[in-house]
């Protein structure tokens, strides 16, 4: 085990952190001051340093400076009874590996102790420079996305009403925002409506308007989305969603390009274009009698299936290297990808998508200790993945679930499932330990 340099100056906490680690195994070199601190880092180099913040007339802000000077790779953990957003700010600036608040469990300290011999351990684990994403709005090579392409180069230019489906997450809004940006219409308005925000009773004057005294709290004319994006392009974005008491006028719309908003005697002519988007199976909900049949027909003229990003694992380096590109240019910071933490990345199954993804790089862009995304790093993200990202269980949760059916599927044979997975065999190993399953 690497030895650690603790320097504290209650001699109490001194005695009780070094014989604790000590017991776990680490050879604890302790000292009392600032002083016989900057002694041992003159004369050798420490991977890892445990030091209390506020010790004498110099501080644990001038240990993390002087051991990261020493060694560049040291993991220094700050701990503080006085801790301040100040203090934070100036350890998190110096590059502090973590920060306790005193009191503290010992077993908290030895979780980060670990974390650290961890870090060090990963010292042939180099930093990669991603390949420099290419000025697009959509990213991505795969065979998939190259169909998808060419399909929205044919299309866009024309005035064909589009249905884009996809899970949630997969970009089809992005796909929307293409088709209106290379098309004639690219200069008038693009207005996206989540239908499914969309109460029953409003559906129709948001769409269509309603003149002043239409209704109960109508105290003047409301434009309607559609006569609003008059020359443009609205996205209707989770069509499935739309009441079903409205579709046939709905239907009526798409046929005639005329709208009477709600309180008028008189319909108008509007000149929009209408793409819309859904992640659900349309043809079923006909089936079940939840979605017009006639309205299905009219939606199904041009068809973009958007796959998920586990049927493009090769995207997901490129994804990666933009959003750590977008990411850092925003927030000032110089995080670093592994070669690990992008090969962990590329191996998950992100049944969040694109989303999942952009909303993971950013978080450990922000947090990832010693500002570099190591294969921990993800699995930590991964595990800790906001619940209802998607709708429903936590991201981790719906992984695993996604493996149990596969190997349910393939009888338990590994290696079936993860050529299904899209993953390598000894991946699909890590993730069953780590799920417990193995």
């Given at each position: 085990?690497p ?14 952190i ?9 050879a604890?070199?302790a ?6 601190a900057f002694?041992r ?7 890892i ?8 007339e110099?501080?644990g ?28 700010m ?5 590059g502090?590996?973590?920060y ?7 077993d ?29 709005e ?11 392409y060419k ?22 809004e ?5 088709l ?7 200069t008038m ?24 005294g ?6 003047r ?23 079903l ?15 009477r ?13 209408i ?7 349309l043809r079923?909900?006909v089936?079940e009698?939840?979605f ?61 998508n ?23 790093t ?11 990202e998607?709708g429903?269980?936590?991201l ?22 993860a ?20």
């Amino acid at each position: 085990m690497p030895p650690v340099l603790l320097v504290e100056d209650d001699p109490s906490v001194r005695s009780t952190i070094s014989t604790f680690l000590e017991l776990e195994g680490y050879a604890v070199e302790a000292v009392s001051s600032t002083r016989e601190a900057f002694l041992r880092l003159n004369h050798a180099s420490y991977p890892i340093v445990i030091s209390d913040i506020y010790i004498d007339e110099r501080t644990g802000i001038d240990i993390l400076k002087a051991a990261r000077l020493a060694n560049d790779t040291c993991a220094v953990i700050l701990m503080s009874a006085r801790g301040s957003m100040e203090t934070v700010m100036a350890a998190t600036r110096g590059g502090a590996f973590d920060y306790l608040a005193k009191p503290f469990e010992l077993d908290d300290l030895l979780s980060i102790v670990k974390r650290a011999e961890g870090a060090a351990d990963e010292e042939g684990d180099e930093d990669i420079d991603p390949d420099e994403p290419l000025a697009t709005e959509m990213i991505g090579s795969s065979a998939k996305l190259i169909e998808i392409y060419k399909t929205i180069s044919r299309v866009a230019p024309t005035d064909a009403l589009v249905l884009i489906e996809g899970e949630t997450g997969t970009g089809k809004e992005l796909i929307a925002h293409l088709l209106h940006a290379n098309s004639r219409r690219s200069t008038m308005p693009f207005l996206p409506v989540d239908c499914a925000s969309l109460a029953p009773s409003l559906v129709e004057s948001e769409l269509f308007g309603a003149m002043k005294g239409a209704y109960t709290g109508a105290d003047r004319d409301r434009t309607g989305v559609f006569e609003a994006a008059n020359g443009g392009t609205v996205f209707l974005d989770e069509i499935g969603e739309i009441d079903l008491n409205f579709q046939l006028k709905l239907l009526r719309f798409l046929q005639e390009k005329e709208i009477r908003p709600l309180g008028s005697s008189r319909p108008r002519k509007v000149d929009v274009r209408i793409l819309a988007a859904t992640n659900r199976n349309l043809r079923k909900m006909v089936e079940e009698g939840k979605f017009r049949e006639d309205l299905w027909y009219r939606l199904d003229v041009v068809r973009i299936g958007v796959p998920p990003l586990r049927e493009r694992h090769g995207d997901v380096p490129l994804l990666v290297g933009a959003f750590l590109k977008r990411y850092n240019e925003r927030y000032g910071l110089e995080t670093r990808i592994t070669e690990s933490g992008m090969k962990a990345l590329a191996d998950y199954t992100w049944p969040g998508n694109i989303r999942q993804l952009q909303h993971m790089m950013e978080r450990m862009v922000i947090l990832s200790p010693g500002a570099r995304i190591t294969e921990d790093t993800v699995d930590d993200a991964i595990r800790t993945s906001s619940p209802k990202e998607q709708g429903g269980e936590s991201l981790a949760d719906t992984e695993m679930e996604q493996i149990r059916k596969v190997l349910a599927a393939t009888g338990g044979n590994k290696s079936r499932a993860a050529r299904i997975l899209g993953i390598e065999r000894k991946t699909l190993y890590r993730k069953l330990e780590r799920m417990g399953l193995a």
